[in-house]
Structures are given as C-alpha cells and as structure tokens.
C-alpha cells in the first residue's frame, strides 16, 4: 500500500458543517441501578475537499454529539476532488471493514451506504462509486473511508514524482 496522505488541516475559519453517523447507548449495571451512556460518531466537512470524524462520549446525548465535533475538527484532513469526483479507484481496509470507492461520471451522484455516505457528502464528492465490503460496524466504515480517502494521490504530484507530462498520467 502506498503513503497515506496525512496533511492536516487547522479548523480555525473553515464553515463545517456537522452528520451524525450513529449514536449507541451503553447501559452500565451497578447496585444503585442502570446508568445510561452515550456515545455519537460524527463527521464534520466543509463540502469543498475539507473531511474528519470524531466519537464523542457523555451521559446525555448532545454532550456526546458535541465531544464528537469538537473530536472531529481535530482529525481534519484535505481530499483530492476533480470535477466532483476523485481522481482514481481506491480500496481500503480498518478492522473487517474494506471499502472501495470508484470515480464516476457527472450526473451520477453518491451511490454508497450509509456511513460511507455522510464521509463522501460532507467531503464534497458530488459522483462517486462505493462499496462497503465486510463489517457494516459504522465505526470501523467511516475509518477505512477516511484511509481511503487519505490515500488518494492528486494526478499533478503523481506527474511531479514520476517526471512525466500530466497527459500521460491520464492516458498511459
């Protein structure tokens, strides 16, 4: 497998805006009684190549989806898109969870499941392919997507790397 794209972004004037991929309540048994938990997977974007997911924690539900956001503006990461699409095909795995996301023409729109879909919408992918492959835990999901994403190479630095004309990056 290739390097994964690790270039951070810092949150600080982007507009993000926030989708609640799941949230699951934990139940802790104890002699005074049941105490509930919650826990809310979140993924924020700016709709324009910006992507992250944080998972927030709390014993109400919107203080756990507001640790997620906050979470989540930590782990921003930048995502190649050309012409609403992605440069290339890309297969990742986290867990038991692979997903594999294709570019597509214009006019296609997000064809993916569920929390592959809030990662792709929130990134700003109008036309992609995807499938998830294996677990449908949505954390596990919404990771691989992000690895996938993060290994994607935009075509100019592939051209830069291997020295050859962005044409033939293309064709061949």
Do not use: C, W, Y
């Amino acid at each position: 497998m290739s390097k994964v794209n690790l270039e951070k972004v810092k949150p600080g004037d982007l507009e993000l805006k926030e989708k609640v991929v799941s949230i699951n309540r934990v139940v802790k048994t104890t002699k005074g009684g049941r105490t509930f938990s919650f826990s809310a997977l979140v993924v924020v974007g700016n709709s324009k190549g910006v992507v992250g997911h944080g998972l927030g924690k709390a014993k109400e539900v919107q203080a756990a989806i507001t640790k997620g956001i906050e979470d989540a503006k930590k782990n921003l990461i930048k995502v190649p898109i050309m012409k609403g699409t992605i440069p290339h095909d890309q297969l990742a795995k986290e867990g038991a969870a692979k997903v594999f996301i294709k570019p597509a023409a214009h006019g296609t729109g997000v064809i993916a499941g569920g929390s592959m879909r809030a990662v792709l919408e929130s990134a700003g992918i109008t036309d992609v392919l995807a499938k998830s492959l294996g677990s449908a835990n949505p954390h596990n999901v919404v990771k691989a997507t992000f690895k996938a994403l993060a290994l994607l190479r935009e075509p100019i630095h592939v051209a830069k790397t291997r020295s050859i004309g962005l044409k033939k990056v293309f064709n061949g």
